[in-house]
Structures are given as C-alpha cells and as structure tokens.
C-alpha cells in the first residue's frame, strides 16, 4: 500500500531560488530514492521551517528512506525533525486529483 512521508524542521534558510540552487543536488539524489514515487519540497520562511512530502510505494521504503535522511540532516547540523506516516485511501484521493501513481 502507497504511503505518505511527511517531515519538516527548523530550517534558516535558503529559501525560494536561492534554496533551489543549493539543494538541486539534493534534489537529483532523492530522485533515485528506491521506490519513491514523488517528492514535493515544503518550505516557510516566515516560520524558518523546511522538509517536504513524499510518497511511497509501500512503508518498508518509506521507513528506509526516514532513517537514511535523517541520519543526512542530522550530520548537516539539524535538529528537531518531525515526521509521520500515512496510508493513501487511493480511491478518494483519485476524486481530488491526487497524483498517484
């Protein structure tokens, strides 16, 4: 079953732009993540938080992939990460254009 990652953190910045250009190799790497379906980048400067939204093919991969990058964020200095995991119920999801796979 599809699952949804949700993580966010304190986060100063870059934001917008400026945040695109560092992060695209970010980016490209999660790109390759192993069963990820789609990732969508969150950030609020206003708040100084960041993280994104994911989705899955199954928990087991999203599960990974949550160790994997907080291992990443935490080496990068950040602390206070936040994350959850849903199950996608597919077919309401599907009547408000959810883009699943």
Not at 13 to 29: K, R, S, V
């Amino acid at each position: 079953m599809q699952c949804i990652l949700q993580i966010d953190f304190p986060f100063a910045g870059p934001f917008g732009e400026e945040m695109f250009q560092a992060m695209q190799p970010l980016a490209e790497d999660i790109a390759n993540e192993a069963d990820l379906l789609w990732k969508i980048w969150t950030e609020n400067p206003d708040n100084q938080e960041a993280g994104g939204i994911y989705l899955f093919a199954n928990q087991a991969a999203a599960e990974r992939y949550l160790v994997k990058h907080s291992e990443r964020l935490t080496m990068a200095g950040v602390k206070h990460i936040r994350s959850k995991f849903f199950a996608v119920n597919v077919p309401l999801s599907q009547i408000d254009r959810a883009p699943l796979a």
